[in-house]
Structures are given as structure tokens and as C-alpha cells.
């Protein structure tokens, strides 16, 4: 199933996982264990995730990436929760309208629902907290965040002051990321997190030829998708003019000229030619 992208929630050995990013395998997706089905608790932080990952056997290191990542192999996914079957849907606080009241029904089929909310559908015990939404259309997705945009200007909504997870950022860096950013935050009783992909299906990755690691400052020079997973910039740092890219929304929308203080970062040169540094395997 390529249609299983970031948000997808799958079954799998005792646990619901979460898809990660546009880019998978033919035989396999990237996921990490977010709900453990049985306690129906919910998995925190993404370190935990992963020993859950390793005792079952999952994470495995990947040629192509040179990482280690965990990995389902599709055949064996026992479920599927699909983000954008809306008759799964529960009810929704009534703040969201502000946000998706503008969108046509057309539009709309491109707006998912994952998280708490999406799981609370099957494990019942698991009461909804943040509204998670997932937005598979580009121009669907800039049309939500102008929407989001006019209503930060205008006083309706505020940024989210004390995220429960802000792993790999300074609490400095954390304030700052999280002061300018739009696609996340407060509505009236409403916590919301939107994310806006690039992508409708899974694509195959870009390989990593080699790696060597960055620690220093990057400055944040020009905008080239600070909206749409994957957040990409161009960065002025030692080692001249660079691309800076991550999967994390903790790095979307990161305003010009921020200075990011970063640490052992992987700089990335890839089978397509670009050369990178990413910003999820690391300290910021």
C-alpha cells in the first residue's frame, strides 16, 4: 500500500505505529510504536519508541540511509488506520471550524486526522488531547495556514507555550521555534499540531553516499519549504552556504536570519548530488 505516508497509523506486533515522513521502501515503511495496545498508554518520547522498536526486532540499518531506523515490513501490518476516512472520524472540538471552515468538500478530502483522536476510534480508553491533522495537498495546506496566520495576527489563537515532547532542542531555541510558528498551537480549549506534506503517496528515498558530522552555527538565509515536510532551508555556515533539512515539525517555519546552534549533525552527500545537513539526528 504506497499510499501509507507521515500520520498513517499501523498494527503491528502489540502496538500501533506511526508512518514517518513521505519516503519508504517497496517492502517496507518507517514507524515507530506510539500506542501500546494492551495498556492502551501511549509512547512519549521517541528514544523509548525505539528500545520498544529494538526488542522487537525491527530497527535495522539501512544501506541507503546509513541509519538505523525501525522498519515494518508491509506483508506483516495487521491494521491500517486511514487519516482521511472521515466516517471514522470522532467529533471534533468546534474551534477546528475556524480553522477548515474555509475549504471546500474537495479540499477538504485532503485534510487527515491522526493522534490521539485517530486512535481513540479503537482503543477506547485513550481519551483524545491535540487535535493532529495531516494535510496531503500543498495549496490545501498554504490556504490553512494563511487561514492560521490571520487568526495569530488577530488574537485567536496563541503559540503552544509547553510542548509535553520537544526532544534535541535548548529550552532558548525551543521558545524561539515555537513563538513563530503557526501550524501549531492554541485555539480557544483547543490544542492543534497541522502538518503539510509534499507528498500524496510513499517515494522512494535519496540515498546517502557518505556522511560526516557538523557541530557550529547555522544561519537561516533563505525560505525553501519551511511549510511542507520535508522543512528545507539554505543556511550560512563554516562550511559556506548549505542546505538544512529535517522531518521533525519542531523545524518548520524557522523565521530568516535564526541562529541555530547545532551539534553533531549528519552533512549528507546523496545519490541525487545535493549535499545537506539534517537536523534530526541531532542536538539544536
Known amino acids: 500500500m504506497r499510499l501509507m505516508i507521515e500520520g498513517y497509523l499501523v498494527k503491528y506486533k502489540g502496538y500501533f505505529w506511526v508512518v514517518k515522513g513521505c519516503e519508504h521502501f517497496d517492502d517496507y515503511v518507517i514507524a515507530y510504536p506510539r500506542y501500546e495496545i494492551s495498556s492502551q498508554a501511549r509512547i512519549k518520547s521517541t528514544s523509548v519508541a525505539l528500545d520498544i522498536a529494538k526488542r522487537l526486532g525491527v530497527v535495522k540499518y539501512d544501506e541507503c540511509l546509513k541509519l538505523e531506523i525501525p522498519l515494518l515490513k508491509r506483508g506483516e501490518i495487521e491494521d491500517v488506520l486511514d487519516p482521511f476516512k472521515r466516517e471514522m472520524w470522532p467529533q471534533l472540538p468546534r474551534e477546528l471550524d475556524l480553522v477548515l471552515g474555509d475549504l471546500d468538500s474537495s479540499e477538504l478530502r485532503d485534510v487527515g486526522l491522526t493522534g490521539s483522536y485517530l486512535v481513540s476510534t479503537v482503543l477506547k480508553s485513550v481519551k483524545p488531547r491535540d487535535v493532529d491533522l495531516i494535510i496531503r495537498d500543498v495549496d490545501v495546506g498554504f490556504k490553512v495556514y494563511r487561514k492560521l496566520r490571520e487568526l495569530r495576527e488577530k488574537g485567536g489563537s496563541k503559540p503552544l507555550e509547553k510542548p ?112 545537506r545537513i539534517s537536523l534530526d539526528e541531532c542536538t539544536v
Do not use: Q
Open 164 to 275: 509535553e515532547e520537544f526532544e534535541g532542542c535548548d529550552p532558548e531555541t525551543r521558545a524561539m521555534l515555537l513563538k513563530s510558528r503557526v501550524l501549531e498551537g492554541v485555539i480557544g480549549d483547543m490544542v492543534y499540531s497541522i502538518r503539510v506534506l509534499s507528498c500524496r503517496e510513499s517515494l522512494k528515498p535519496i540515498c546517502v553516499e557518505s556522511y560526516e558530522f557538523f557541530s557550529g552555527e547555522l544561519i537561516i538565509a533563505k525560505d525553501v519549504s519551511s511549510l511542507a515536510m520535508p522543512y528545507i532551508y539554505i543556511a550560512e555556515s563554516k562550511l559556506g552556504r548549505i542546505l538544512v533539512r529535517s522531518l521533525r515539525m519542531r523545524y518548520s517555519e524557522i523565521p530568516m536570519g535564526a541562529k541555530l546552534l547545532v551539534s553533531n549533525c549528519r552533512v549528507e552527500k546523496c545519490s541525487d548530488s545535493s549535499t
